[in-house]
């Protein structure tokens, strides 16, 4: 009885040994709310080889970026924008619109995800919204984290598979428990690294712009500050004080017209119904 339970114990220490050695490299210290900064270019140089060869390698890169358009409508403008970002395959991951103040018209921010292989077209068809401002794109290279982190995924996968295997073949409770736990926790591990791994891929194929929709300001006259400057100003406001009688007269125009035709009316009236007085005799 004792012979059967140290075969699969030495089997549960050896498989532990080994997917611990898996375990170690996966230490690095990528969580589920971020990733792993880039090592440096000359850690890059060193550990990969020349340039030349890493050129060779399919490059992972995150685009991200602002745009800047002053443009007539601002909702108009945003719903155009919705439409050329959703025709492409693009979504809108925010939508901020605000009401006219301090003198424009109003504006709009929106949160644009776009395909990274549209995105120079969807760039040029969102400027010819109205007067480019700003542009502004920067890219972040993610191809070391993205091979380090598919290659982790593999070894952990294999490390469980192995772990699987052996849980299988145990016989005593002892080996199963700790074979269920190692692989417990392998896999919660494997998961984090699944989310990363899929949140690089949707970084990477979708572009992230932030389109900032604006009007002109309108600046109000000056003061005057000068006699000549006072000159002005009151000649404007004189000229549109009698602009805006003039519009006023000739609202009150054809009332007044009807209103004296009425008056004349009443007035004939009166006169036709009041009686003649025949003068005393003297």
């Not at 909702?75 to 439409?83: P, T």
């Not at 145990?170 to 919660?188: F, G, H, K, V």
């Not at 300001?217 to 805006?244: I, M, N, Y």
């Not at 004349?264 to 005799?281: G, L, S």
């Amino acid at each position: 009885m004792r012979r059967t339970l140290v075969i699969p114990t030495a089997l549960l220490l050896s498989a532990l040994a080994l997917t611990g050695c898996a375990a170690g490299s996966d230490s690095t210290s990528y969580d589920s709310g971020g990733v792993a900064p880039m090592p440096a270019t000359d850690t890059l140089t060193q550990e990969g080889g020349s340039s030349d060869s890493q050129s060779t390698v399919d490059r992972s890169v995150i685009t991200t970026g602002w745009v800047t358009v002053t443009v007539t409508d601002p909702l108009d403008a945003a719903a155009e924008a919705v439409r050329i970002t959703e025709s492409v395959g693009g979504r809108i991951d925010a939508r901020n619109e605000y009401a006219p103040r301090g003198g424009d018209k109003g504006s709009a921010t929106l949160t644009l995800r776009i395909p990274s292989d549209d995105l120079t077209s969807v760039l040029d068809k969102l400027k010819a919204l109205g007067d480019v401002q700003e542009v502004s794109l920067s890219a972040t290279d993610v191809t070391m984290e993205t091979q380090d982190l598919d290659a982790r995924i593999t070894s952990m996968r294999a490390s469980i598979d192995r772990l699987t295997a052996l849980m299988a073949t145990a016989t005593d409770t002892d080996s199963l428990i700790a074979l269920e736990t190692a692989i417990s926790d392998r896999q919660a591990q494997l998961e984090s690294m699944e989310a990363q791994q899929r949140y690089l891929a949707d970084q990477v194929s979708m572009s992230t712009v932030t389109l900032n929709l604006v009007t002109e300001q309108v600046v109000p006259d000056p003061e005057p500050v000068t006699f000549v400057d006072g000159l002005v100003a009151g000649w404007h406001a004189f000229v549109a004080f009698f602009s805006g009688l003039l519009v006023v007269l000739g609202v009150l125009v054809p009332w007044l017209v009807l209103a004296g035709i009425i008056t004349a009316v009443v007035i004939v009236i009166i006169k036709r119904r009041k009686p003649k007085v025949t003068p005393p005799v003297e």
